[in-house]
Antibody, heavy 116, light 113 residues
Framework: EVQLVESGGGLVQPGGSLRLSCAAS????????MTWVRQAPGKGLEWVAN????????YYVDSVKGRFTISRDNARNLLYLQMNSLRAEDTAVYYC?????????WGQGTLVTVSS | DIVMTQSPDSLAVSLGERATITCKSS????????????LAWYQQKPGQPPKLLFY???TRESGVPDRFSGSGSGTDFTLTISSLQAEDVAVYYC?????????FGQGTKVEIK
């Protein structure tokens, strides 16, 4: 059974940093593109970033370019999202998901709150 | 960026009745080289992550009841629930993966009338 478990969320001040993790199991992690999607409270879904299996390709939504970095550790089946220079508008539940096209497996999400 | 627009924003349907959600993309998401529409549908219930319902516009994900159907091509797509059940109360999202950034519709909330 595929499992994705996010962690690392919390309360951070504007301008601060957080690193989110996503622990993957139940599938061959290094064979899959991985994606981060976020959802602001009471709002819709927003694709954030994705990474190819070997990290040779990475893509970001414009609003996080230069501030967020997606990475992965295939030896440990972990996906990361390093978030710097956080803004109030980054407040959201962050989900990791499998796939480069459609997203067939999702974690439960981790809440990031950016507030002073 | 491709803008995805769903309608309506919300709808209330009686149990057993049909619910229809439309999704329009600002550009075609049909790849003529393979005749595939790069569009997916998700269902999200309160407090849960989204669940994939359809991909390639009309391919039903394993385990999705056949009262759900996906259709459309190019820029116009439809998600239909043929006979609404109580467990179908949720927000539904369309999603294009034709190009980057991937984008989602704003969501359609389905409730029981």
């Amino acid at each position: 059974e595929v499992q994705l478990v996010e962690s690392g969320g919390g309360l951070v001040q504007p301008g601060g940093s957080l690193r989110l993790s996503c622990a993957a199991s139940g599938f061959i992690f290094n064979k899959y593109w991985m994606t981060w999607v976020r959802q602001a409270p009471g709002k819709g879904l927003e694709w954030v970033a994705n990474t190819k299996e070997d990290e040779s390709e990475k893509y970001y939504v414009d609003s996080v370019k230069g501030r967020f970095t997606i990475s992965r550790d295939n030896a440990r089946n972990l996906l990361y999202l390093q978030m710097n220079s956080l803004r109030a508008e980054d407040t959201a539940v962050y989900y990791c998901a499998t796939g480069v096209y459609y997203f067939d497996h999702w974690g439960q999400g981790t809440l990031v709150t950016v507030s002073s | 960026d491709i803008v995805m627009t769903q309608s309506p924003d919300s709808l209330a349907v009686s149990l057993g009745e049909r619910a229809t959600i439309t999704c329009k993309s600002s550009r075609s998401v049909l790849d003529s080289s393979n005749s595939k529409n790069y569009l997916a549908w998700y269902q999200q219930k309160p407090g849960q992550p989204p669940k994939l319902l359809f991909y390639w516009a009309s391919t039903r994900e394993s385990g999705v009841p056949d009262r759900f159907s996906g259709s459309g091509s190019g820029t116009d797509f439809t998600l239909t629930i043929s006979s609404l059940q109580a467990e179908d109360v949720a927000v539904y999202y369309c999603h294009q993966y034709y190009n980057t950034p991937r984008t989602f519709g704003q969501g359609t909330k389905v409730e029981i009338k």
